[in-house]
């Protein structure tokens, strides 16, 4: 190869950068002096568009339905940003008044103004966006009730338990026994059929119904239906004792 020879090159001048650079939106005038020459640049910091992933979603924690409101949280830590308004929308697509009570599943969407530094935005929303109300969990337990053999079936009853304030149920159960009222015995009263509405799941709690010969088979029996009631006492000796009390429509036998 032929000889070569070289020369270290000068080392470059140092640019100073001015402190605070801007960063609002605008149009600014930068000055560059190199060597003792300046030239001028004039440039533009444009608006932010905002897309979805400049926010945090936060879901509401453990929402179940209570009565009250389950509100999403949506924040950025951009500034320059307007104010952030929140928007709930059903399963359905239809815009929720206000914020969520109902149990059901919430899509979240955001408008934000137009802000220092970043353009107004419209229905931004997010695939992750999503939260669920779960329906409360009630139960309706049927009352255990007794009655003498050969009695019609009592009226039967039931406890509500779990129901928000002032809700109700919107269709009563229906109760039901297999109970053969000539033979004695504990029969299952089951109640079913009942309707709370779309914020509640329902779990049904059976009686029994005893039915029964023997009176004094049961310490204070009391009949639903004929209202007989017994301390412990057989009425079907021939010698005939009382030590209760007996109320009407009592029928007994005497050997």
């Excluded at 568009?49 to 950025?76: C, I, K, M, R």
């Excluded at 509405?197 to 049961?218: A, K, W």
Aim: hydrophobic share 35%; charged share 20%.
């Amino acid at each position: 190869l032929p000889a070569t020879s070289w020369e270290p090159a000068p080392a470059p001048t140092e640019i100073p950068v001015t402190k605070n650079m801007p960063v609002n939106q605008g149009t600014y005038k930068a000055s560059i002096t190199l060597d003792g020459e300046t030239i001028f640049v004039t440039y533009d910091i444009v608006a932010r568009t905002l897309q979805a992933s400049d926010f945090t979603f936060t879901a509401p924690e453990g929402a179940v339905y209570d009565g009250n409101t389950h509100q999403a949280a949506v924040e950025s830590a951009l500034e320059g940003m307007g104010e952030i308004t929140i928007a709930y929308y059903d399963e359905a697509g239809n815009p929720v008044n206000g914020i969520p009570v109902d149990a059901g599943t919430y899509t979240v969407k955001i408008s934000v103004s137009e802000g220092e530094n970043c353009n107004a935005a419209e229905c931004l929303t997010d695939d992750s966006w999503t939260f669920t109300i779960e329906k409360k969990a009630i139960t309706i337990t049927a009352e255990d009730k007794s009655v003498c053999v050969n009695c019609e079936e009592p009226a039967f009853t039931y406890v509500v338990d779990g129901l928000v304030e002032d809700d109700v149920l919107l269709t009563e159960p229906v109760m039901d026994s297999n109970a053969d009222m000539v033979v004695t015995g504990n029969y299952a009263i089951t109640p079913s059929a009942a309707d709370a509405g779309s914020n509640y799941s329902i779990t049904y709690v059976p009686g029994t119904l005893t039915v029964t010969e023997h009176l004094n088979d049961v310490d204070d029996f009391k009949c639903d239906v004929c209202g007989a009631i017994v301390d412990g006492v057989d009425l079907r000796g021939s010698n005939l004792t009382l030590n209760g009390n007996i109320g009407l429509n009592l029928f007994f036998e005497i050997d």
